[in-house]
């Protein structure tokens, strides 16, 4: 996955709701060319910056995990990373 890829990936989804692994519900959107996740439970947007979604991405190229935990040291919000991950995953096969 590229950033570009993520970003595309983001804009679909966009107004879509979707879970964490721990059953936490979000949307998400894209802002200035970066990724920005809404949870519902406070309805405040939350993004780490262009830096943070950039080196999630080279993690998750490196390791290809679907736990959170794993990208922890890079981005606050890697478990909105994974879902985002996890569906970019899903369109590639359909």
Do not use: W
Not at 47 to 73: C, M, T, W
């Amino acid at each position: 996955m590229t950033y570009d890829q993520m970003l595309v990936t983001a804009r679909l989804l966009n107004g879509a709701v979707l879970r964490t692994v721990t059953g936490k519900e979000f949307s998400v959107g894209v802002y200035m060319e970066c990724p920005f996740f809404i949870p519902l439970s406070t309805g405040l947007g939350r993004s780490d910056g262009k830096l943070a979604a950039e080196r999630f991405v080279d993690r998750y190229n490196e390791i290809r995990s679907h736990r959170p935990v794993d990208y922890q040291d890079v981005s606050r919000n890697s478990s909105y990373f994974v879902i985002l991950a996890q569906q970019f995953e899903l369109q590639e096969r359909s």
